[in-house]
């Protein structure tokens, strides 16, 4: 499919981070914009989705609802074009919400991609259950750490750990920027 596609090898970041979150490890990648980094991370993500399972298995967070939705629509392309059984759904705020309750319902997504505080939202209704979410990405996670993001994204955080228990979750942590700052709120 990557072929199909005009990616006849991995760029840099994604020779370095692939193997890194296939393995289950937790990344913080930081390279330029262009540089490959969503495929650095929705290609380990999907390889470690089992398709069997019907539950969310990886959540991807990201600053703008516009981002959510690129990132959601690529993973959807990948699997589709891939013929993977592996159903994935963005979902935001702004949205209707009993619309994305209804589409979480039906499609019973293994790859979640939005906004801290919708998914926020979502797990206190009871509507996304994050029991068998084993990685979570972070997608410009230097924003997702500002003033504007960082209450949402720290509850969202606790609320996974909460629902894991003991089971390990991998955190991948993308960005083309990351200020000293962010890298010190990443160390949660």
């Not at 193997?19 to 490959?36: E, N, S, Y």
């Not at 993977?84 to 997504?109: C, D, M, S, Y």
């Not at 939202?121 to 029991?131: D, I, N, T």
């Not at 990685?135 to 509850?155: G, I, K, P, S, Y």
């Amino acid at each position: 499919v990557l072929r199909q596609h005009g990616i006849r090898e991995a760029t840099p970041v994604q020779e370095r981070a692939i193997p890194v979150l296939r393995a289950g490890r937790d990344a913080i990648v930081q390279a330029q914009t262009g540089t490959g980094k969503t495929l650095a991370y929705l290609l380990p993500a999907l390889m470690r989705i089992d398709a069997a399972d019907p539950n969310p298995q990886a959540v991807v967070l990201a600053p703008t609802y516009e981002l959510a939705m690129q990132i959601a629509r690529t993973a959807q392309d990948l699997t589709q074009a891939a013929g993977l059984p592996i159903h994935t759904l963005g979902l935001v705020g702004g949205a209707n919400t009993a619309r994305q309750i209804e589409r979480l319902k039906k499609k019973k997504p293994q790859l979640v991609t939005g906004s801290a505080g919708r998914l926020l939202e979502l797990v206190q209704k009871g509507k996304l259950k994050l029991q068998n979410v084993s990685l979570l990405v972070l997608d410009e996670f230097d924003r997702l750490f500002d003033a504007q993001n960082m209450e949402h994204t720290a509850a969202f955080v606790q609320m996974l750990r909460k629902a894991r228990g003991e089971r390990p979750i991998s955190y991948a942590l993308f960005s083309a920027t990351a200020p000293k700052k962010a890298l010190e709120q990443a160390d949660f």
